[in-house]
């Protein structure tokens, strides 16, 4: 499985960005998928995640409210809407496929990801 995160930039703070994170090589439409992001000089850190139904999702707490995670299987990608964007939202966003799960599973731990995008850079200027 490959993962392509796109849809990254240049934002001033209140506004808002969608990424995306297109899958190929296999379908996904049965994996959990995950949004996770990295900052300059600090680790990477989750931010949102969606089972492979849709049917559960959670949310960090510092983006909770302003932050979508979705899903369109048919297109084989996984959105994120970012919404009231902040200037410490900014970073390089990651998305991530794990194998397996039930219907309602998800996770918020790197170490359970098997697969992951190579990133896309959201800068929110103040």
């Known amino acids: 499985v490959q993962l392509q995160a796109s849809g990254g930039g240049l934002v001033q703070a209140g506004g808002s960005l969608r990424v995306s994170c297109a899958a190929s090589?296999?379908?996904?439409?049965?994996?959990?998928m995950g949004w996770f992001r990295q900052a300059p000089g600090k680790e990477r850190e989750f931010v949102a995640a969606?089972?492979?139904?849709?049917?559960?999702?959670n949310y960090a707490d510092s983006v909770q409210g302003r932050f979508t995670i979705s899903r369109d299987n048919a297109k084989n990608t996984v959105y994120l809407q970012m919404n009231s964007l902040k200037p410490e939202d900014t970073a390089v966003y990651y998305c991530?496929?794990?194998?397996?799960?039930?219907?309602?599973?998800?996770?918020?731990?790197?170490?359970?990801?098997?697969?992951w995008g190579q990133g896309t850079l959201v800068t929110v200027s103040s």
């Open positions: 969606l089972s492979w139904s849709g049917y559960s999702t």
């Open positions: 090589g296999r379908r996904v439409s049965s994996y959990p």
């Open positions: 991530a496929a794990k194998i397996g799960g039930d219907y309602d599973y998800y996770t918020t731990y790197t170490a359970k990801y098997d697969y």
